[in-house]
Structures are given as C-alpha cells and as structure tokens.
C-alpha cells in the first residue's frame, strides 16, 4: 500500500510563500490532490493535478496556489503564494477523490503576524 509523507509547513506572515511536498513510497496516482483542514471545519480540497498535468483549484486559492508533480520523483508539490490568515491549516495530499487508507499526519501551515 502505497505510503504519503506530507512536509514542509510552517509559520509564515501574511503575504509570504512555501513550498509544500507530498512523497510517495511507490508511484503516485494518476489524479493527486492537495486538501486541507482547519480548526473546527471540514476538510476540503484545495486543488488536484492529473498525470498529464491538467489542474485545477479551490476558488479560494485559485491565482496564488500552483500544484505540480513529478512521477519519476513520485513526490507531488504545492506552491503557496500570497498567504493569508484563512489559509492557516493543516495540510494533506492523498489520490483524487481522496482514498481513506491513504491520509497520512499532515503538514501544518500557519499564516499570522
């Protein structure tokens, strides 16, 4: 069963950027997506990337979030640009439409001043 390790979040101000990165212990999913889950609500997906790289994003994200991937590296990325507070979550990656067994810990992002 294949295995994903979120990483690299972190506390960054308002208007800052990060780089986050989902690594797959075997080949990643023909559809990947990136969700996330704040304090008190539902998770949600932020956006997904098919194997060809077609995207597409949340519209609360849309303009400042860019999802890539490599499948030679089997590791999925998600670029966060102009943060804001609402962004503050944590952060998951898992197949689109995401698959139970395959949540892992998360990577937390925190977006204050």
């Known amino acids: 069963q294949v295995q994903l390790v979120e990483s690299g979040g972190g506390l960054v101000q308002p208007g800052g950027s990060l780089r986050l990165s989902c690594a797959a212990s075997?080949?990643?999913?023909?559809?990947m997506g990136w969700y996330r889950q704040a304090a008190g609500k539902q998770r949600e997906l932020v956006a997904y990337?098919?194997?060809?790289?077609?995207?597409a994003y949340a519209d609360s994200v849309k303009g400042r979030f860019t999802i890539s991937r490599d499948n030679a590296k089997n590791t999925v990325y998600l670029r966060l640009n102009s943060l804001k507070p609402d962004d503050t979550a944590v952060y998951y990656c898992?197949?689109?439409?995401?698959?139970?067994?395959?949540w892992g810990q998360g990577t937390q992002v925190t977006v204050s001043s």
């Open positions: 898992n197949r689109y439409p995401p698959y139970s067994d395959y």
């Open positions: 990337i098919t194997s060809g790289g077609t995207s």
């Open positions: 075997g080949s990643i999913f023909s559809i």
